[in-house]
C-alpha cells in the first residue's frame, strides 16, 4: 500500500475551529490498496475538521457511487454509496492506531494520513450482497436469469391439491384443546 500524499491533512498552521477538505476517489485510489472489486468508482468526500486545543475531530462524508458486478448475474451496474465516519485524533508519545475511532500521533506531527480510513469507509458502505436493481423490479433481462428460471424447481399441483387423511386427524389435535 502507498501511502497517498493527497491525503495528507495538514493542521499545524490552521486556527482552532471547523476547517473543511474536499476529496475526489476514483478507482485508482483502490487500486493503490490492492483491491480490485470495483470496476470504476466516482465518489465525493468531504472532511470537516474540528481542531481544539488538544485534539483533532474529523467528520468523513462520502458520497457517490462504484461500479460492481451483480453476485447473480455478473451484470454490472452502478451502487449508489452513502458512507460516514468519525475520527477523533488526540497527540501521545508513539503512533496508534489500535481503537478504530481514536488515532493517537507523536507531538510535533503537523499532518495526519487520512487514506486508509476512508478506503474502509468505502469499502464496508457497499452491501456485501450485491444484486443488480433490474433483478428486484424484474426489467433486467439475463440469460442468466433465464437459465436460473428454467432450472427453478417447479411444484405439482396434485401435491398441492392433495391431502394425506393421516394428517388431518393430528391438525385435529391442535384443535381440540
Same mark, same amino acid.
Given at each position: 500500500?502507498? #501511502?497517498? #500524499? ?36 466516482? &465518489? ?7 481542531? %481544539? ?17 451483480? /453476485?447473480? %448475474? ?19 508519545? %508513539?503512533?496508534?492506531?489500535? /481503537? ?17 480510513? &476512508? ?24 440469460? &442468466? ?14 401435491? #398441492?391439491?392433495?391431502? /394425506? ?13
Amino acid at each position: 500500500m502507498m #501511502k497517498q #500524499k493527497e491525503f495528507n491533512v495538514p493542521f499545524s498552521g490552521l486556527k482552532q475551529g471547523k476547517h473543511d477538505f474536499e476529496f475526489e476517489i476514483d478507482n485508482k485510489f483502490f487500486e493503490s490498496f490492492g483491491y480490485d472489486e470495483f470496476n470504476a468508482a466516482d &465518489v465525493k468526500l468531504h472532511l470537516q475538521l474540528n481542531k %481544539t486545543s488538544t485534539m483533532l475531530e474529523l467528520e468523513f462524508d462520502g458520497q457517490g457511487s462504484v461500479n460492481v458486478n451483480c /453476485d447473480i %448475474t455478473s451484470e454490472p451496474y452502478d451502487q449508489e454509496i452513502d458512507a460516514q465516519l468519525n475520527l477523533v485524533v488526540k497527540f501521545g508519545e %508513539t503512533f496508534n492506531d489500535d /481503537d478504530d475511532e481514536i488515532l493517537i500521533i507523536p507531538h510535533g506531527s503537523h499532518q495526519v494520513n487520512i487514506a486508509q480510513y &476512508v478506503y474502509e469507509m468505502l469499502v464496508l458502505a457497499v452491501p456485501q450482497k450485491r444484486v443488480h436493481p433490474g433483478i428486484a423490479d424484474g426489467t433486467l433481462k439475463s440469460e &442468466v436469469l433465464d437459465k436460473l428460471e428454467e432450472l427453478q424447481p417447479k411444484e405439482s399441483r396434485e401435491n #398441492k391439491e392433495e391431502n /394425506d387423511p393421516r394428517w388431518d386427524k393430528l391438525k385435529n389435535l391442535l384443535t381440540d384443546k
